[in-house]
């Protein structure tokens, strides 16, 4: 059975750095694309970015660039998402899923990792 | 403001059709790049519906349909049920963001 395992939730302070995580099971880790996807408070989903276990390409979404970071390591089957200095507008619930397929269908999803951030 | 744009919301009474729709342009839709829907239940991470424009994962009712025309797609639930009471959101490709994108989403309401 396909599942992916999120990182429980968070409470950060401002300027904090915080890196969350999604591990695979019950497929091949390396060959299909992770994909990260924020939903914020009452909000709609974004894509954010992918990353290729197998090889660590990274894919980021334009207004996600340069604000977090996506990595892998194949060895523990789990990917990272993670912040260096959060703010408040990045409290949101943060979301793993698996693409499949050419077009990246998200065909399996974390349940979801709340991370909020206030002082 | 998403490149795709869905209606915010839809309603129907039990039983009855509804379709929503996801307008996007030629840097998405319209440039030929497959087209998924998820629904999301209030309080659950989203699930995969539709697949590549017209295809339905394994154990997603056939009451659920994915169609795509153009720089559109659509999707459409037939005989509603209570269950069906959710938001829903297409995705695709972009060229000029140069990734993926989702639509703002729809939320269903049962009349």
């Known amino acids: 059975e396909v599942q992916l395992v999120q990182s429980g939730a968070e409470v950060k302070k401002p300027g904090e750095s915080l890196k969350i995580s999604c591990k695979g099971s019950g497929y091949s880790f390396t060959s299909y694309w992770i994909g990260w996807v924020r939903q914020m408070p009452g909000k709609g989903l974004e894509w954010m970015g992918i990353?290729?276990?197998?090889?660590?390409?990274?894919r980021y979404s334009p207004s996600f660039q340069g604000q977090v970071t996506i990595s892998a390591d194949k060895s523990i089957s789990t990917a990272y998402l993670q912040w260096s200095s959060l703010k408040a507008s990045d409290t949101a619930m943060y979301y793993c899923a698996r693409c499949s397929g050419g077009s990246c269908q998200a065909d399996y999803w974390g349940q979801g990792t709340l991370v909020t951030v206030s002082s | 403001q998403s490149v795709l744009t869905q209606p915010p919301s839809v309603s129907g009474a039990p039983g009855q059709r509804v379709t929503i729709s996801c307008t996007g342009s030629?840097?998405?839709?319209?440039?030929?790049?497959?087209v998924h829907w998820y629904q999301q239940l209030p309080g659950t991470a989203p699930k995969l519906l539709i697949y590549?424009?017209?295809n339905r994962p394994s154990g997603v009712p056939d009451r659920f349909s994915g169609s795509k025309s153009g720089t559109s797609a659509s999707l459409a639930i037939t005989g509603l049920q209570a269950e069906d009471e959710a938001d829903y959101y297409c995705?695709?490709?972009?060229?000029?963001?140069?990734?993926?994108?989702f639509g703002a989403g729809t939320t269903q309401t049962l009349l």
């Open positions: 590549g424009n017209d």
């Open positions: 030629s840097s998405n839709i319209g440039a030929g790049y497959d």
């Open positions: 990353i290729y276990p197998g090889d660590s390409d990274t």
């Open positions: 995705q695709t490709y972009d060229t000029t963001l140069s990734g993926r994108v």
